[in-house]
């Protein structure tokens, strides 16, 4: 299934000066700029001046935020024409890679894991053996890779047995152990990623812009150094995998990732019916016996590894539906919740949402050609708002659909020219934190969630995904948002 093989920008290419929604507004780049600079000044001066006495914690985080995106903004507006995106980037890289992107990719992770070392410090909470840093959820981790099936351990965290089991054998401590685990994931995700944008398609400067994408996710790479006794990294991997082999219809491979899921991260199995309707209702494979045996295996070691546990007592399943029942009638009945929920995935994704609403009817139209990937974002969407409190962390479980289309919207629909791409990363990096130094406090770890931080932070945030969706609209659809001209034809 190749993502970007559909004619989704046919009709945005045919749109004209009737179709532009800022037409109105004036012709002058100056207007614009005014209008945005009012914007972000009011939302700085509330912040700084904090008149109405809101709670908000860490605020010189949220000025330099504000700040960076009205530079950053304004520069956006102003910026327009150039060669087009995979020109420069692609000779590049090709330069370095004579036709392979892997090289480029690994440089681009290398130099993400170098910053995030440089400013990313272990959180000081969570007790364990080795003293504080495990977290919340790393202290039944840490308890497993210390101990092994000895731990007294509570479900579901006792199932997720293969990275606690990886570290326990690895000749280091338990942080560092883990550690290696996420950033040898977050390298073999990388890779993996390429895999997938080969599949769909894309062209190695493609290739590269998703992979810098990747490496600005807030709950990516940054958090898997800041909290790193945990499952997710290596958990994603399992997925990134998943949805390669799925992609490629290698449903064998497909089983056997999903099998070993089963003792990582068990998000992972919602790809079962994502495959089912791809190979079955998009493709019209006809192999249904292979296939269905193959989405079952994995479904019954599930149940097994419930049931006959190798660390903890047994689960009930009953457990688990009542708490995602409860979990999902707090997000239905209790507004701020709800408001929480939505905002996690600005939170989790930043610009690449931001770029998702503009490019509204280009989103429409490939997921109207692509039901499957609608249904495991749907089912993505609706496992995150009931598996927990951590919206934030557990949305970014759709990266693998979120990154890709980001990169064709950004490249192929909207067509900013390289420019306005390299300041839209810029963006993406403040608004995902990618360039601050965080803290270790516990107070600073809970503020960094849209699910756990004072609720007046939320009106910040909210103020903050606006002020970057004005900011790409004004670049679209302003004076100076005019497109290049139309492919040549190859010969």
């Excluded at 509570?154 to 550690?179: C, D, M």
């Excluded at 800041?226 to 998943?242: E, H, N, R």
């Excluded at 931001?354 to 429409?364: I, K, N, P, Q, T």
Aim: positive net charge; charged residues 10%; glycine residues 8%.
């Amino acid at each position: 299934m190749h993502l970007n093989n559909h004619p989704i920008y046919e009709e945005f290419s045919e749109g004209g000066p009737g179709h532009n929604p800022l037409s109105r507004g004036g012709s002058q780049p100056l207007y614009w700029m005014a209008v945005f600079a009012v914007c972000s000044w009011a939302l700085f001066l509330l912040v700084l001046t904090n008149p109405f006495g809101l709670e908000l914690h860490y605020p010189y985080l949220l000025l330099a935020k504000i700040a960076l995106v009205w530079i950053l903004g304004s520069l956006l507006m102003v910026t327009s024409g150039g060669t087009r995106f995979d020109e420069p980037l692609t000779s590049a890289a090709e330069f370095l890679t004579k036709h392979s992107p892997v090289l480029p990719v690994l440089l681009i992770g290398c130099a993400f894991v170098a910053l995030v070392l440089a400013i990313t410090p272990l959180v000081e909470f969570g007790q364990g053996k080795f003293g504080l840093g495990y977290g919340h959820d790393g202290v039944q981790y840490g308890k497993m890779a210390e101990e092994l099936t000895k731990a007294a351990v509570k479900q579901p965290w006792s199932a997720r047995v293969l990275p606690s089991f990886i570290v326990h054998y690895l000749p280091v401590e338990t942080f560092n152990g883990f550690r290696i685990v996420n950033i040898a994931s977050f390298f073999a995700i990388c890779l993996v990623l390429v895999g997938i944008q080969r599949e769909s398609g894309f062209s190695t400067g493609q290739i590269l812009m998703g992979t810098v994408l990747f490496c600005t996710l807030r709950w990516g790479v940054r958090w898997w150094v800041y909290c790193p006794v945990m499952a997710d990294a290596f958990g994603s991997l399992l997925l990134a995998l998943g949805f390669y082999f799925m992609i490629r219809g290698q449903i064998w491979a497909f089983s056997l990732v999903l099998g070993i899921s089963v003792f990582s991260r068990e998000n992972v199995l919602l790809l079962i019916p994502t495959a089912l309707c791809i190979w079955l209702l998009e493709r019209r494979q006809r192999n249904v016996v292979a296939i269905l045996l193959a989405v079952l295996l994995p479904v019954g070691l599930y149940y097994l590894s419930r049931r006959y546990p190798l660390v903890g007592p047994p689960y009930r399943m009953s457990s688990l539906l009542v708490s995602f029942l409860w979990w999902w009638d707090s997000v239905l009945h209790y507004w701020g919740r709800l408001f929480r929920a939505i905002l996690s995935w600005y939170s989790a994704f930043g610009m690449m949402l931001v770029v998702l609403v503009v490019e509204g009817s280009a989103v429409r139209a490939y997921i109207n050609r692509h039901p499957g990937l609608l249904l495991y974002s749907m089912l993505g969407i609706a496992l995150a708002a009931g598996a927990g409190a951590d919206l934030d962390r557990f949305m970014t479980w759709l990266f693998p659909v979120v990154v890709p289309l980001s990169v064709m919207l950004i490249t192929e629909s909207a067509e900013f020219p390289p420019t306005q791409i390299g300041i839209l990363i810029a963006m993406q990096c403040v608004v995902s934190e990618a360039v601050f130094v965080w803290e270790g406090a516990q107070a600073f770890y809970y503020s960094r969630y849209v699910a756990h931080c004072p609720f007046d932070h939320l009106y910040v945030e909210s103020g903050l995904f606006l002020l970057c969706l004005l900011a790409v609209l004004l670049a679209k659809y302003g004076p100076r948002g005019k497109r290049l001209p139309e492919r040549a034809p190859s010969s």
